[in-house]
């Protein structure tokens, strides 16, 4: 069975300070693969999504960047985080080859991000 | 106006009445249509698409309005298991997938 793993759960972090994000996919292979934030009160943003190794890309403007080294790892990052930047960030993934799935995502469980 | 609205609530319903709420998108080329719940701090799952005819999953009731460009979702004999935040989701395009910021729904014994 298809399983994502995303971690760490919560994290705070200084301003200015990098950050790291690590998402992977177990049980599949050649995934889409997706980053969301969710701010508070707020619907879910997409961030960055891909289709494959080293194709991104990206949905709005921001100090973030994304990366996927391998076909089922999916990476977010920060040089210098904002205050702007915390929020709950979910990775997603779906397999059914559209651009987003009409069938829905799966998500990963989420990291809750504290800028201060 | 948003794309797509919900009202966030808090609807507190007492355990096994029926509670519906709606969702309003204001894409006329809106294509596809879901419900996701979630629990708190947790993260999202679908849990219905949103089909033309409106469609139903045990004690979950989806159903569409082109019309008036909204959906909605009505949940009958609630358990105290469905407090949640439900969340709506409005495909526009190719790729465009558009997030309600959803509606909680606090079921009281």
């Known amino acids: 069975s298809q399983t994502i793993h995303q971690w760490p759960a919560t994290l705070v972090q200084p301003v200015g300070s990098p950050l790291s994000l690590e998402c992977t996919v177990e049980?599949?292979?050649?995934?889409?693969l997706y980053w969301y934030r969710q701010a508070a009160g707020r619907g879910l943003q997409l961030l960055f999504y891909?289709?494959?190794?080293?194709?991104i890309s990206s949905e709005v403007p921001q100090n973030l960047s994304a990366s996927r080294p391998q076909d089922r790892q999916f990476i977010l990052s920060s040089k210098k985080l904002l205050l702007s930047d915390s929020g709950f960030y979910l990775c997603?993934?779906?397999?059914?080859?559209?651009?987003?799935?009409?069938?829905?995502?799966?998500f990963g469980s989420g990291t809750r991000l504290t800028v201060v | 106006r948003k794309e797509v609205e919900q009202d966030p609530g808090p609807f507190n319903v007492p355990e096994g009445a029926t509670v519906a709420f709606n969702c309003t998108y204001s894409?006329?080329?809106?294509?596809?249509f879901f419900w996701y719940r979630q629990d708190c701090r947790k993260e999202p799952k679908l849990l219905m698409s949103?089909?033309?005819?409106?469609n139903e999953d045990g004690r979950f009731t989806a159903q569409l309005n082109r019309a008036s460009q909204y959906i909605s979702l009505l949940i009958r004999d609630s358990k105290l298991s469905d407090s949640a935040t439900y969340l709506c989701?409005?495909?526009?395009?190719?790729?465009?997938?558009?997030w309600g910021a959803g509606t909680k729904l606090i079921i009281k014994p």
């Open positions: 997603a993934w779906t397999d059914d080859g559209q651009l987003p799935s009409i069938y829905g995502y799966t």
């Open positions: 049980g599949t292979s050649n995934p889409n």
């Open positions: 891909s289709v494959g190794i080293g194709q």
């Open positions: 894409n006329s080329a809106s294509q596809s």
């Open positions: 949103v089909y033309s005819s409106g």
């Open positions: 989701v409005v495909r526009t395009g190719n790729y465009q997938l558009i």
